[in-house]
């Protein structure tokens, strides 16, 4: 069986790899797996930093068991009740009934409510200390990061912060765990696409998060998913990435996301990324909505400033595709957006109506003017295309 992996001196990695599952949270596309980490500090008493998801538990048993050394497990800190890392936790306490149970009040709540443990719960609150011995650990509330009960641990010791969620990023841990001993490049991706898909809408507790991080030096960050980050200019990296992301900051370039039944809404989508590339934009994708997942979409509608949407009507309003893509979108409160909007109908339109309120309700940057083609294209449809192109290209021009 698998064994534990230290870190560093008594810091010990127990967590696992899932290459099974299809869909995390059964929402968002895993082509490249997931990581549940766990970690043990083993000082004078021990401590572990959140379970795994209970499919993983055997692997994730025997790591501890043999991380523990035979020392009791004294305290489990839960940084974040989700149960892709609290799926352990009932398990836990039959196994180590001693365990006390380190959380805030509203994680005590939710240890309840899904594993009915009642006993042996201590609450802490935010800036609480908890000495292991040679670790002194301080508790950071961090609510709605991207649950209400997540909080970070600081080892004031080694200066290690075990961030939960925060900082994470879908993919495997493919034998290295740490930045120095995997190629750091592969996760930045799946990290935004993490972001954007799970805690997207929650940008401005993110921030009040980042802020109470400012003042701590960090050597070490022991994330929830994927690498734990030591290398001094990657940490300021994926703490860049986490701030402009949840400052809704995008770069230049367009996503243009279409509905197209018959490939006519897909030449308007073609002729504007044509003129936006006229126009000296070099980042453009093109995201076919019924073909590809909408998690990508979301994640380079995180990345990128302008944004425009293409849709056929479909039984008097949008094509069913688009306007999931759009509920997914304003479920995010996204903000700080460029937006254009074109439509098509055969006998009758409902599509560009609906994408004008979905501006009005974003509060987006209307950009150009909405382009709206009866059935199939003719001159007119092509050089408003065009105009909306170069509307949009200027715009992100005078933002250089
Ligand atoms: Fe990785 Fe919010 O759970």
Redesign the pocket.
């Known amino acids: 069986m698998l064994k534990p992996i230290p870190i560093k001196d008594d810091l010990f990695y127990i967590g696992v790899n899932d290459r099974t599952k299809h869909l995390f ?1 059964n929402l968002w596309p895993l082509p490249k797996g997931v990581s ?1 980490n766990s970690y043990l500090i083993s000082d004078e008493k021990t401590a572990l930093f959140d379970t795994v998801d209970i499919c993983y538990s055997d692997i994730f048993f025997h790591k501890l068991e043999i991380a523990l050394n035979g020392k009791s497990l004294d305290y489990v800190i839960i940084n ?1 009740m ?4 609290s799926g352990s936790l009932g398990l836990l306490r039959n196994r180590y009934p001693n365990v006390k149970v380190v959380g805030n009040k509203r994680t005590a709540d939710m240890v309840q409510g899904f594993y009915g443990i009642t006993d042996g719960v201590m609450v802490i609150d935010d800036g609480d200390q908890l000495s292991l011995g040679k670790h002194n650990l301080v508790f950071n509330l961090t609510p709605m990061v ?2 209400p009960e ?1 909080m970070m641990t600081y080892d004031t010791t080694d200066k290690i912060i075990f961030s ?2 925060a900082f ?1 990023t879908f993919g495997t841990l493919d034998g290295g765990i740490t930045d120095t001993q995997l190629h750091p490049e592969r996760y930045y991706d799946e990290m935004i696409r993490y972001y954007s898909n ?2 997207g809408k929650f940008g401005s507790p993110v921030q009040k998060a980042l802020e109470k991080l400012g003042s701590l030096d960090i050597k070490m960050i022991c994330s ?2 994927g690498p734990v980050w030591t290398i001094d200019e990657q940490i300021k990296k994926v703490i860049s990435i986490y701030d402009k992301l949840s400052r809704y900051d995008g770069d230049e370039g367009v996503v243009i996301a279409y509905g197209s039944m018959y490939g006519n809404t897909e030449q308007m989508a073609e002729t504007v990324a044509y003129e936006l590339a006229q126009q000296g934009i070099k980042e453009i994708i093109l995201h076919n909505v019924s073909k590809r997942s909408h998690s990508y979409i979301i994640r380079d509608i995180f990345k990128y400033k302008g944004l425009i949407v293409g849709s056929p009507t479909y039984n008097n309003k949008l094509f069913p595709e688009v306007e999931y893509l759009l509920s997914k979108v304003e479920g995010r409160d996204m903000k700080h957006r460029y937006f254009g909007y074109f439509g098509s109908f055969t006998w009758a339109g409902a599509a560009v109506k609906r994408l004008a309120q979905f501006a009005l309700d974003t509060k987006f940057e209307v950009i150009g003017e909405p382009v709206e083609m009866r059935q199939a294209m003719r001159h007119d449809t092509y050089d408003a295309c065009i105009s909306l192109g170069k509307a949009m290209a200027d715009r992100l021009k005078q933002d250089r």
């Open positions: 949270e549940y974040h989700e149960p892709d890392h991207h649950w997540t939960g969620d994470g799970v805690v929830t998913h």
